[in-house]
């Protein structure tokens, strides 16, 4: 897959069906597959703002085009949503199923609503600026 487009959005969808998993878990109140389920997500979602965007693909694009716009609200939203995890982690330590729920409708609304504007407006941006997308898309799956 040379697109990076392609690639994250594929990956999007991965941390979706996790996050499902750990919702509904919680939903169910099957404490011990909610955990599971919960750091699967969260270890996935870690690995995909933290490694694949901040460190890979955002560092790669600021190389070629400077700080850009879009990268700097990124990182933003993505401080709000690990902001949202930490709430997140401590409600489920609790099983304070309602606070959970409630602050994972929040982060399904707030990533639905980045990852369109990534995968409309950002990943296009490399895929069209990025000459090495293929390379790039090889450090993230390593």
């Not at 955990?35 to 693909?57: A, G, M, P, V, Y």
């Not at 982690?89 to 409630?102: P, V």
Request: proline share 2%; charged share 20%; net charge negative.
């Amino acid at each position: 897959m040379s697109s990076i487009v392609a690639y994250m959005q594929q990956n999007h969808r991965q941390c979706d069906e996790l996050f499902a998993q750990a919702e509904e878990a919680v939903a169910n109140s099957d404490w011990d597959k909610a955990s599971n389920s919960w750091q699967n997500f969260r270890s996935e979602l870690f690995d995909h703002i933290d490694n694949k965007e901040e460190t890979i693909l955002f560092t790669a694009l600021e190389a070629v085009n400077g700080p850009t716009g879009p990268t700097m609200v990124m990182r933003q939203e993505h401080a709000q949503i690990r902001a949202l995890v930490t709430q997140m982690d401590t409600a489920l330590e609790a099983k304070d199923s309602q606070t959970f729920l409630g602050l994972a409708e929040t982060l399904m609304i707030t990533t639905q609503q980045h990852n369109m504007k990534e995968e409309q407006i950002l990943y296009p941006m490399m895929d069209n600026n990025l000459s090495n997308a293929a390379e790039l898309i090889a450090q993230m799956e390593n």
